[in-house]
């Protein structure tokens, strides 16, 4: 079990930028790779971007050259710099643990309670 706190959430204007945190507890082999999901009113959880030990990283076509995934060595502590966001980037953004580097909502088996990202226009 992996224990995962998001933080930085909030409002911003379109255009704008805004840098999300999350710090893993846990065992570290449930912590091989660390990734970001959202959801938006009505809508099915999507991936975002993943990160794992070797530094490799996924991301979803809709936020790739905006956003940035980090982490530490220890998968600690995961980041998601996002830029350039726009109204549709508005989601309640999850952080979450797997034992690979993957995309798939169903490989994750771990996840933080989320943090509300707004954009408005």
């Known amino acids: 079990q992996v224990i995962l706190r998001e933080s930085g959430g909030g409002l911003v204007q379109a255009g704008g930028s805004l840098r999300l945190a999350c710090q893993a507890d846990?065992?570290?082999?449930?912590?091989?790779?660390l990734g970001w999901f959202r959801q938006a009113p009505g809508k099915e959880r999507e991936f975002v971007a993943a990160?794992?030990?070797?530094?490799?990283?996924l991301y979803s076509d809709s936020v790739k050259s905006r956003f940035t995934i980090s982490s530490d060595l220890a998968m600690t502590t995961v980041s998601l710099e996002m830029n350039s966001l726009k109204s549709e980037d508005t989601a309640v953004y999850f952080c979450?643990?797997?034992?690979?580097?993957?995309?798939?909502?169903?490989?994750?088996?771990?996840w933080g309670q989320g943090t509300q990202v707004t954009v408005s226009s």
């Open positions: 979450a643990s797997a034992g690979e580097l993957s995309s798939r909502r169903s490989d994750f088996n771990s």
């Open positions: 846990g065992h570290p082999y449930n912590r091989y790779a």
């Open positions: 990160v794992d030990r070797r530094f490799k990283t």
